[in-house]
């Protein structure tokens, strides 16, 4: 049974930092594209970074330069570094995984996701 299990979501201030790791299991996934999505109140679920299975990494233009997305695959585990957070950055984020290796912006094209964890930032 695949599964992917989220952590780390807090509530800090504007300016501060996450780490949210995800630890996948049920499967050989690095050989995946993993990615992280958030999801507002109100909003479509956005794409936040995507690493595929030779660690090339992408970002959305309103994180780059603040949060960085990495993984170990022995330990089969996917991070989001955050920092510099904002109060739009507000959010349940979400881990995912594309089975097969292709990265896509669209969260349907993604096979399993995690449940999620929330981070809130105050100003």
């Known amino acids: 049974q695949v599964q992917l299990l989220e952590s780390g979501g807090d509530s800090v201030q504007t300016g501060g930092s996450l780490r949210l790791p995800c630890v996948a299991s049920?499967?050989?996934?690095?050989?995946?594209?993993m990615a992280w999505f958030r999801e507002a109140p109100g909003k479509e679920r956005e794409g936040v970074a995507t690493?595929?299975?030779?660690?090339?990494?992408k970002y959305a233009d309103s994180v780059k330069g603040r949060f960085t997305i990495s993984k170990d695959n022995a330990k089969k585990t996917l991070y989001l570094q955050m920092n510099n957070l904002k109060p739009d950055d507000t959010a349940m984020y979400y881990c995912?995984?594309?089975?097969?290796?292709?990265?896509?912006?669209?969260?349907?094209?993604?096979?399993?996701w995690g449940q999620g964890t929330q981070v809130t930032v105050s100003s």
């Open positions: 049920g499967y050989a996934y690095s050989r995946d594209c």
């Open positions: 995912a995984a594309s089975v097969g290796g292709n990265c896509y912006s669209a969260p349907n094209q993604y096979n399993y």
């Open positions: 690493i595929d299975a030779g660690s090339v990494t």
